[in-house]
C-alpha cells in the first residue's frame, strides 16, 4: 500500500495526502521548501505539510520574500514569517526586493514582476539549499479565479488549463508542487480555525482595481448566486479536461517538431518553413509553440495574437522577415527556414538601430510584388505591377497607395521603422529632407513618427509610406513598368 492511503482524520490532511499520491508530488527522502508569504493557504500549508513530513522522511524549509510594496507592512509579515518557521522548527530563508524599481526597469505589470522576482529566488535558495521541490498554497479557488481571468483576457486552451499540479523548472531538476490545487479556501480557513493558527491578511487583495480581485469578489460570487453553485468545481473539472487533452496533443506532435527541426543548439532552433506551412494551422500554431517554449524556457508572455502574427507571416510573400516578442524571443524567416531564437540583450535596447523611444524594432523585407502582413506593428503593404494609368495621376495618388517606377526599383524591398537621421527628397522637391522634420511639417504627433513605415531599396528611401513617395523613383512619361503600394492599417 502507498504510504499516503493511509486516512486521516482530518478532512485538508487528508486531500492533500490524496492529491500527493494523485499527482506523485512527493518520493521518500525529497527536500520540500514551501514558499510562505504568511497568508493563509501557505501558513496551512506548511503545518499540514509538517504533519505528513514523517511519511516519506522529508525535509522541510521556509522561504519568504518580502516584496517591499507596502512598507512596514511587507516588513510585518516577513516578521511574522520567520517567528512562524521558528515556532515549527523549520528553517527559514528570507530575502527583501524591490519589485516596483524591478517592474520599472524590465517594463512589467507588477504583478508579473512580483512573481518573476518570487520565483526566482524561491528557486534560488532551493538550489542553494539542496532542495529538489518547491511547495506552493495555490487552491482550487486560485485555479478557478486564473482561469477566468484568462477567458476575459481572450486565452487559449493552454489558460483554460490553469495552474499545473506540478511542473519542473527550466534547466534545473527541481519540481513546483501545489499539494493544495484540489482543495477549496473554505477547507483552509476551517483547518487554520480548528488548529489555531494565525495568519496576516494582505489588503491589496481587497483592492477592486486589479482584475484578478474582481473576479474573486464579485464575478465568482455571482455565478455561485445566480448560476451554477458548484461553480469553482465545474471550472476546475474544465481545466482538468483540459489539460489532460493538452498533454496528449503536446505528446502527438513532437515528433512533427522533431521531424520539421533542421537545427538546434541552446538557445536556438531552426526550423522547415514548407514542413510547417503543410501542417493544418491548429498543428501549425501548437509547433510554433512548442519551439518558442523549448528555447524560452516557458510560454508565459506568450500570447494568442503572437503565434497568430507568426502564422500569418509565414502564409505571407516575403521570405525574409523578423519578429521580436517579449522575453528577448525573435523570430526570424530566412529564405527556407523559420528561426527561433533568444536574445543574449534586452530586444527592445539592443543598440540605437534597433530600438526607438522604447518600442521594438520592426524590419520587414519581401522579394517580389506581393503582400508584406505586418499586424503586429499595425500595417500591411502590398506591392503589384501595374500598366495602363495615366502618370500624372499616379504621382498625386491618395493617401496610402504609391506608384513607382520600376526600372528603378530593385528587390528585395525593406520595410522599416522610421530612424533617427533618415533623410529623402519628397515627391517635387530639390535637395533632401529630413523625414523628422517632414512629419514634424505635417503635424504627425512625435509618438506616432516611429509607427510610419519606411520603404527601401538598394538601401535608399523610396515611400514614407501613407505620405509621399521619394522624387527619384517617381513614374514619368518614359516609364515602361509601374509598381503599386497600398499601405493598409491593421
Not at 528570507?94 to 517592474?103: C, L, Q, W
Amino acid at each position: 500500500m502507498h504510504p499516503f492511503k493511509k486516512k486521516s482524520s482530518n478532512s485538508l490532511i487528508q486531500k492533500t495526502e490524496e492529491t500527493v499520491v494523485e499527482y506523485n508530488m512527493l518520493r521518500e527522502r525529497d527536500s520540500v521548501l514551501v514558499g510562505v508569504s504568511g497568508g493563509a493557504d501557505s501558513v496551512a500549508l506548511v503545518h499540514v505539510m509538517k504533519e505528513i513530513a514523517p511519511i516519506f522522511s522529508i525535509k522541510l524549509g521556509v522561504v519568504h520574500l518580502n516584496h517591499s510594496l507596502r512598507g512596514d507592512e511587507s516588513d510585518a509579515d516577513e516578521h511574522f514569517v520567520v517567528s512562524f518557521s521558528e515556532k515549527m522548527n523549520l528553517p527559514c530563508y528570507t530575502a527583501k526586493e524591490d519589485i516596483v524599481a524591478y517592474k520599472k526597469k524590465h517594463g512589467f505589470s507588477l504583478e508579473e514582476a512580483g512573481r518573476r522576482v518570487r520565483y526566482a529566488f524561491f528557486e534560488n535558495i532551493a538550489q542553494r539549499e539542496g532542495f529538489n521541490k518547491i511547495a506552493l498554497g495555490h487552491t482550487s479557488d486560485d485555479n478557478a479565479e486564473l482561469i477566468l481571468m484568462y477567458l476575459i483576457r481572450g486565452s487559449g486552451p493552454l489558460g483554460l488549463s490553469g495552474i499545473p499540479p506540478v511542473r519542473g523548472v527550466y534547466n534545473t531538476n527541481l519540481l513546483i508542487i501545489r499539494p493544495f490545487i484540489k482543495t477549496a479556501r473554505f477547507d483552509v480557513m476551517e483547518y487554520l480555525s480548528a488548529n489555531g493558527l494565525s495568519h496576516v491578511t494582505d489588503e491589496s487583495n481587497m483592492d477592486m482595481k486589479y482584475l484578478r480581485n474582481r473576479i474573486r469578489h464579485d464575478l465568482i460570487p455571482e455565478l455561485i448566486r445566480n448560476y451554477n453553485p458548484k461553480i469553482v468545481e465545474t471550472i476546475n473539472r474544465l481545466a482538468s479536461i483540459t489539460r489532460s487533452e493538452d498533454e496528449w496533443m503536446e505528446n502527438e506532435l513532437e515528433p512533427i517538431l522533431n521531424g520539421n527541426t533542421l537545427f538546434e543548439e541552446n538557445n536556438r532552433i531552426v526550423l522547415s518553413v514548407s514542413g510547417i506551412n503543410a501542417l493544418h494551422p491548429a498543428a501549425k500554431r501548437r509547433i510554433t509553440r512548442s519551439a518558442i517554449k523549448k528555447v524560452k524556457g516557458d510560454s508565459r508572455r506568450l500570447s494568442y495574437i503572437n503565434i497568430e502574427l507568426i502564422t500569418a507571416q509565414l502564409a505571407s510573400d516575403s521570405d525574409s522577415w523578423s519578429l521580436d516578442l517579449p522575453d528577448r524571443i525573435r523570430i526570424a524567416r530566412n529564405g527556407k527556414e523559420l528561426i527561433v531564437s533568444k536574445e543574449e540583450k534586452n530586444l527592445r535596447n539592443l543598440s540605437s538601430k534597433r530600438s526607438v523611444n522604447n518600442k521594438a524594432f520592426f524590419e520587414y523585407s519581401i522579394s517580389k510584388p506581393g503582400v508584406i502582413i505586418a499586424e503586429r506593428d499595425g500595417f500591411n503593404i502590398s506591392f503589384s505591377e501595374i500598366t495602363n494609368i495615366n502618370p500624372s495621376s499616379m504621382n498625386h495618388a491618395v493617401r496610402g497607395t504609391a506608384f513607382f517606377d520600376m526600372e528603378k526599383i530593385s528587390f528585395p524591398v525593406i520595410i522599416r521603422n522610421y530612424l533617427p537621421g533618415d533623410r529623402f527628397t519628397p515627391l517635387g522637391m530639390k535637395g533632401s529632407q529630413k523625414i523628422a522634420k517632414y512629419l514634424i511639417n505635417n503635424k504627425v504627433p512625435k509618438e506616432n513618427r516611429i509607427k510610419v513605415p519606411v520603404v527601401l531599396s538598394n538601401g535608399k528611401i523610396i515611400w514614407l509610406a501613407g505620405f509621399v513617395i521619394d522624387d527619384s523613383v517617381k513614374v514619368t512619361s518614359g516609364t515602361g513598368k509601374i509598381l503599386k503600394a497600398e499601405l493598409s492599417l491593421a
